[in-house]
DNA sequence: CCAATAGTGTCTGTTAGACAATATACA
DNA sequence: TGTATATTGTCTAACAGACACTATTGG
């Protein structure tokens, strides 16, 4: 980087905007959902009154780095500080804002939608859970090219469950087998099958029991945690190791 | 994104660099290759005479989005107009650059190594393939945080190939499967079953047939070009479909 | 006929998906 | 004992890895 053609090292030339956005999924009453923000319509800001994702400007004075900053937004948004956070990518270019040449680093979180406190501002309304579906993915009434990241989160998150421990992180702990397959099949949008499942998660060695769970009646089913909440398993994949 | 607090429409807050950096991988001679250049000794800027990935800074006027900068970056030093790219990720952080605060978007394309034609500059060492081994990426000697880049590039390749149509990117066409599965080996590290192999490649049905292919001697093979060049192809994965 | 590489065939252990059976609670 | 959910077991078709075999050229 950085191979300037001038000897200058004053680097004042023009600078894009950097700016930081999160998609956070949960998944409530069995449907996955998207944290949208309401875009202010009294500041001139662009997009008023549009839904949007959070985020905002990088805080060169807050944020050591992207992911601070990213973790700070969600934190403002939901009380929640220790998510699963993973980087999305990136969208650059001159025509995605209309105040000039920007660039946002998107996020994706995965939280349990439990013990979540949704940061309202002025207006109550100005925060919302959205439920992932088709109408919202083909709208494209979200403010700047956020219903194309929106997208690609989406589609991110659904490839990822396929061979992936994820959904784990959108269930409150502990948690059981039952309530992972249905996380499964919610993200998935498919049924899966119960014993192939219990055998795949058993089989990743990355739960531990955390005793018999209480339910509304019939066998009690056993409640897991996370043996480690800091990485995900990753299930076998193609191209299988041979010696 | 751009929820100030202010209701001012300046946004006249410091704003960090943003820089497109590339990983511009190739196999040459049984070993997988990247693109370094040598920064500059004599311009004060940072780095002086360490190699570094090819990039530099988001030019507004010439660049539309992040995409056309990186792929004018690849232009400038390889000749090649049409690679593979993929958006790698970002990295940004108030500590990587002495500059001050910056966000780098980092792509990795992978070329085939004939017909490319380095640029030089006035030092004609400056722009040179180096082996990704593990000398190059333990060393520590990269500019800035390239090294740590150059690891996820790497890693990220190494994973896709295991699943991907990824290394035939890497081949001028016409090439042959045999020529292919050299290439897998050579990214993976490791032999990979011919029959096997052959059985995937053709399964996957993304090759089509461009006549025999002379070589030195012996049987000559068949040679293929992709069918589609615009898009890789993915191999099944765990979590089969199902009805 | 031999050597060298290209390409195909076969065998077998493993596994994922489908589905059946059992276990454990409450009413 | 009946019912609903949790959990485990079984059966089979498909497939991947290992390896052997055939094909085609040049010498």
Redesign the pocket.
């Given at each position: 980087m950085a191979t300037r053609k001038t000897a200058s090292t004053k680097n004042d030339f023009p600078r894009p905007f950097t700016t930081v956005d999160v998609l956070i999924f949960t998944v409530i009453d069995d449907a996955l959902k998207v944290l949208l923000v309401q875009r202010p319509s009294d500041t001139g800001e662009p997009h008023p009154g549009a839904w949007a994702l959070p985020g905002g400007f990088v805080n060169v004075d807050l944020d050591a780095d992207l992911e601070a900053c990213a973790r700070r937004k969600l934190r403002e948004k939901t009380g929640v500080a220790s998510p699963y956070l993973e980087q999305l990518g990136s969208w650059g270019s001159a025509a995605r804002d209309p105040r000039g040449w920007s660039a946002t680093h998107a996020y994706f979180a995965l939280i349990a939608s439990d013990g979540v406190t949704l940061a309202k501002g002025a207006n109550a309304a100005d925060v919302a859970w959205f439920t992932v579906d088709q109408p919202l993915l083909a709208k494209k009434k979200l403010a700047f090219d956020h219903a194309a990241i929106l997208r690609a989160g989406v589609e991110r998150l659904r490839s990822k469950v396929e061979y992936t421990s994820l959904p784990a992180y959108l269930l409150p702990e502990p948690f059981?087998?039952?309530q992972l397959q249905r996380t499964y099949e919610v993200v998935l949008g498919r049924p899966v099958?119960?014993?192939?499942f219990?055998?795949?998660m058993?089989a990743a060695d990355f739960l531990a029991e955390a005793g018999?769970v209480e339910?509304d009646?019939?066998?009690?089913?056993?409640g897991y945690r996370l043996k480690d909440r800091g990485t995900p398993v990753f299930f076998?994949r193609?191209?299988?190791?041979?010696?």
């Open positions: 059981t087998l039952p099958d119960k014993s192939g219990r055998t795949r058993m018999v339910s009646s019939n066998r009690p089913p056993m076998p193609t191209f299988s190791p041979r010696g």
